[in-house]
């Protein structure tokens, strides 16, 4: 089983922003909590929240392609179903296949991740469940449709490859149940299902062709569904290598009434049509078990009301269900015991089994993490806890994380003492010159602009007036830093004021140079959830951004946040390796050549969880292995982060920055 790797995750999480920003208009967030997969539904059927299980980091691609499939199909639910339609199974199925098709015809990179899924499901799923249900339902086809082969049918008939070649060698198994739908246009009309009200007509044509009253209420011995059945039509032929009569059509009990006066409602079980889903070209009225042929006028009274066959109402008309039509679609449920072989229910069985083998580091849930910029904090705490949730208790309130004008005063105060201008100077200078020793310089010659090239003059003879060169620098590289604060209550008083020093220090020196450079921070924003200790971490992670890529070091925004975090913000726990593994994601989609990660921390991480310090270890490990991301740890008043870090140093004051850190970066931008 291959294992994800810290891209893997990185583009995981970016994958699933994505997906989760088509559900901003409707306030339908995405969390990740626990081990379970589900939709959280209000009391009028319309969906509150889907979440998904918290993803551990030896999470299988198996793992991670079943979330990303749960998501997205849950999404295309969100988007296209009209959930005050919703009812049955067969309704969910056939419901399935129409908005899988608008969420590929509406996204183009959404096909492929359903393809992908639909292999991933049946490889995973129905085949390996699929002798266990055959030789549960004793070759009742009926059954083995409804309860089993129904998602792979109607997929088929949907043109979905996967299930198309699933189905290739299995039309035989449920040819009976498959005739009488091919026979009424079913497999005609998935294709042309548009809306959740398609989907409900189909689904109650499909439960009146299919569910026979026995089936419901079928006793163990099966003596009661056999009577049952027989008694439907005097004249039905003998169904006995079949199982029951449960794969006879379901009826109202108005049809009934007329079941005297239609003797060809017990022929349709061996009508031509079984032999349709083979493609036969041979099929005739009397070729079936009844050995008989239909009338037209039989088959107006077989017991489907005023229904009009495929060939009457035009191949894939959907009919509009009756008031019985639909009560007994809402009534009809899988048997007790039986597997949910929807797609939903699929992908939970890979996700729980997953689940279960994965023991890598794994936090309880993500849900009230917050990774945004500083001064959107308070903002969004105050929404959290207007929600009153269940188990989140939050160090302070909100206005401990509000920034405000007078925080300006507070790093005038604090912090602008540590910064000397002929620190920042002396530090641009040493990295420029670090910078401009890996340029590479060359003259272009051929040029019709520049300085006059001796060896081109010839070119003059032939009235060629490229005689010039130019001299063209080429940089080494081209660099942006991602400089990362611990916020843990370790580094209170000097070392958080010193960490801000020199944070605002480095961004300085960089930017004078065109390096571009964020600043962030990590720590925890609540406290532990009791009775989660199976998972690594229960607090909710708080990790925001003080200065983006593209604001500059001086504005009056950074300072005001930089001179909160040094004054008035709570600075609680210290979860390590996942906080610098969320961080990775301000690197996405940048251009630029190097990218380097710099820690300042004091130490080990500190928390309630289990397997925090292994945890950073295996980060670093892999960060500095595996992606192209630079990492360097900067130790504030302590030598601690080299037990992490294969690149580190110890700052003890701001004025040693010139002196500790040219040298490594030296290698860093090289």
């Known amino acids: 089983m291959k294992k994800t790797s810290v891209k893997d995750i990185t583009k995981f999480r970016e994958a699933i922003k994505n997906v989760v920003s088509m559900l901003v208009a409707r306030n339908i967030p995405v969390i990740e909590r626990g081990d379970k997969a589900y939709v959280e539904y209000n009391k009028a059927g319309e969906p509150l929240c889907i979440c998904i299980p918290?993803?551990?980091?030896?999470?299988?691609?198996?793992?991670?392609?079943?979330?990303?499939?749960f998501i997205d199909h849950e999404v295309a639910h969100v988007l296209f179903t009209d959930s005050t339609k919703a009812t049955s199974f067969v309704w969910n199925a056939v419901e399935d296949t129409f908005i899988e098709r608008k969420m590929g015809e509406m996204f183009k990179g959404s096909r492929a991740n359903l393809i992908n899924t639909q292999k991933h499901v049946i490889d995973t799923v129905f085949i390996p469940k699929e002798m266990e249900a055959i030789a549960e339902k004793l070759g009742d086809q009926t059954r083995m449709f409804m309860e089993f082969y129904l998602v792979p049918v109607l997929r088929a008939w949907n043109d979905q490859t996967p299930f198309i070649d699933y189905m290739e060698d299995r039309w035989e198994s449920v040819k009976e149940p498959v005739s009488i739908l091919i026979k009424h246009g079913v497999d005609k009309m998935i294709p042309k299902i548009s809306s959740t009200s398609d989907s409900v007509a189909v689904a109650a044509l499909i439960v009146r062709l299919l569910v026979d009253k026995p089936m419901e209420s079928k006793e163990p011995d099966g003596s009661d569904s056999k009577e049952k059945g027989k008694g439907k039509s005097s004249s039905e032929p003998s169904e006995g290598d079949c199982g029951s009569g449960s794969d006879l059509p379901w009826h109202d009990e108005s049809?009934?009434?007329?079941?005297?006066?239609?003797?060809?409602?017990?022929?349709?079980?061996?009508?031509?049509e079984s032999s349709e889903s083979e493609g036969s070209e041979a099929a005739s009225a009397d070729a079936g078990d009844g050995g008989s042929a239909e009338s037209e006028e039989d088959k107006k009274s077989d017991g489907i009301g005023d229904e009009p066959s495929d060939a009457e109402s035009g191949a894939g008309d959907i009919p509009k269900p009756t008031k019985g039509d639909l009560e007994k679609l809402e009534s009809t449920k899988l048997p007790k015991g039986a597997m949910d072989m929807s797609m939903e229910g699929a992908m939970k069985m890979i996700i729980s089994s997953e689940s279960e083998l994965s023991t890598g580091y794994r936090p309880y849930e993500r849900t009230y993490d917050f990774m945004g910029r500083l001064e959107h904090a308070s903002e969004f705490f105050r929404n959290v806890l207007a929600a009153s949730p269940k188990g989140f208790h939050m160090y302070g309130d909100a206005d401990n994380y509000m920034v405000i004008p007078k925080h300006e005063a507070v790093f005038n105060k604090n912090i602008k003492p540590l910064i000397g201008d002929d620190i920042v100077a002396t530090l641009a200078k040493d990295l420029e010159r670090t910078i401009a020793s890996q340029n590479r310089n060359q003259f272009v010659p051929g040029q019709r602009r520049g300085r006059l090239h001796g060896p081109s003059l010839y070119r003059l003879s032939v009235d060629d007036d490229r005689v010039f060169r130019k001299l063209e620098v080429k940089r080494a590289v081209n660099s942006c830093v991602q400089i990362v604060i611990d916020m843990s209550g370790s580094m209170r008083g000097q070392k958080i004021k010193t960490a801000c020093?020199?944070?605002?220090?480095?961004?300085?020196?960089l930017a004078r140079i065109n390096v571009k450079t964020m600043i962030t921070g990590f720590t925890t924003s609540s406290l532990a959830m009791p009775g989660k200790s199976e998972f690594n971490r229960s607090e909710a992670l708080f990790l925001p951004i003080i200065k983006g890529w593209e604001t500059p070091i001086s504005s009056k925004q950074t300072i005001c946040n930089l001179g909160a975090l040094a004054g008035t913000m709570i600075l609680a726990e210290n979860i390590d390796g996942e906080s610098i593994l969320a961080l990775l994601q301000h690197f996405s989609g940048r251009q630029e050549d190097r990218k380097i990660m710099i820690v300042l921390s004091d130490g080990s991480p500190a928390a309630q969880g289990s397997g925090l310090t292994g945890h950073l270890k295996m980060v670093t490990k892999q960060i500095e292995q595996d992606t192209d991301i630079h990492l360097l740890g900067i130790g504030i008043l302590t030598d601690a982060p080299r037990r992490f870090y294969r690149d580190n140093i110890c700052l003890n004051n701001v004025g040693d920055l010139a002196e500790t850190l040219i040298k490594q970066m030296q290698r860093l931008l090289s």
Do not use: C, H, N
């Not at 918290?54 to 499939?69: C, E, H, T, V």
């Not at 020093?501 to 020196?509: F, G, K, P, S």
């Open 255 to 272: 049809d009934e009434q007329e079941q005297s006066d239609a003797p060809g409602d017990g022929e349709e079980k061996g009508s031509p």
């Open 501 to 509: 020093a020199a944070a605002y220090t480095l961004a300085d020196a």
């Open 54 to 69: 918290s993803i551990p980091d030896d999470a299988s691609d198996k793992f991670l392609m079943a979330i990303r499939g």
